[in-house]
């Protein structure tokens, strides 16, 4: 449906008073929005480039997701309601307003002037940022997050990881020297792209994926923890050698590391090509 000014759609809305989900997508015209009803849960607007304002957002919201909004600089108050939010290449947010409590999971995503994400709400579980040049830390995590990943970042380090972390993913952080300590409740731990990363910590118990990929500064693997199933290591042309293999193993691949031999990898009854 085209819409050719805000006043039409305005009107258009106020004719479903029951309204649970919206979503506009390449609306050229649109440049603010108003009265949305007040059934509202879930909102999404894709590729609208004239809007500057959200207006009040209904008290009924669940959901809100922004993509390709490049005149919106800042969000309204969020509803308490709010479970999802996600923001995407809108060039113009600097920061986010209070995040509510209920809030669940957070994606912010090609935000070129966001600087910091302060105060995640204690519930948190997911949260993910892409992308984001301007941000250069994050603060204390929440500790009910079982989610982290983090790709195109420019940190320097990661705060203290919670202690119900599933999760840990950091891609292309050039300035991420070391990572913190690991937490026992750990499944999956993906590293790439970190080219001052010099070390692992040591890997919990409890890990069963590990991918490291491109970070030249580290010479070798910590121990190999008995529950792991897949260990992949793509592009670290400094490690020599990978630490006994677990009798868990299912997924080994080895890409583009020179020193690691077949010879070098006490591998038991398991039979392993090296790329």
Not at 116 to 122: D, E, G, K, W, Y
Not at 153 to 160: A, F, G, Q
Request: a neutral charge; aromatic letters at 2%; proline letters at 11%.
């Amino acid at each position: 449906m085209h819409f050719k000014s805000t006043n039409a759609l305005i009107e258009y809305l106020s004719m479903y008073p029951n309204l649970e989900r919206l979503e506009l997508d390449n609306c050229h015209t649109i440049e603010s929005l108003q009265n949305l009803p007040r059934s509202l849960r879930h909102l999404q607007i894709n590729d609208c480039p004239l809007i500057t304002s959200l207006g009040e957002l209904p008290s009924s919201l669940q959901e809100l997701a922004l993509f390709n909004c490049p005149r919106i600089t800042e969000l309204p108050h969020l509803p308490s309601s709010l479970a999802r939010l996600v923001i995407t290449v809108c060039p113009g947010i600097s920061s986010l307003p209070d995040l509510p409590a209920s809030l669940n999971g957070l994606w912010v995503q090609h935000c070129p002037r966001l600087t910091s994400l302060r105060q995640l709400p204690a519930s948190m579980q997911r949260l993910v940022v892409y992308n984001c040049p301007e941000l250069t830390s994050l603060d204390q995590l929440p500790r009910s997050l079982t989610e982290l990943r983090l790709d195109s970042c420019p940190v320097t380090s990661l705060p203290n990881l919670p202690g119900r972390l599933v999760t840990l993913e950091v891609r292309n952080c050039s300035g991420i020297g070391n990572l913190p300590k690991l937490p026992g409740s750990l499944l999956e731990l993906k590293i790439n792209d970190c080219p001052e990363l010099t070390d692992l910590p040591k890997l919990p118990g409890s890990l069963i994926d590990l991918w490291l990929g491109a970070c030249p500064k580290i010479t070798s693997l910590p121990r190999l923890p008995r529950s792991l199933v897949e260990l992949r290591v793509h592009h670290c042309p400094r490690i020599d050698g990978v630490p006994a293999v677990p009798s868990s193993l299912h997924i080994l691949e080895i890409v583009h590391c020179p020193q690691i031999t077949a010879g070098s990898l006490r591998l038991g009854k398991l039979n392993i090509a090296i790329r």
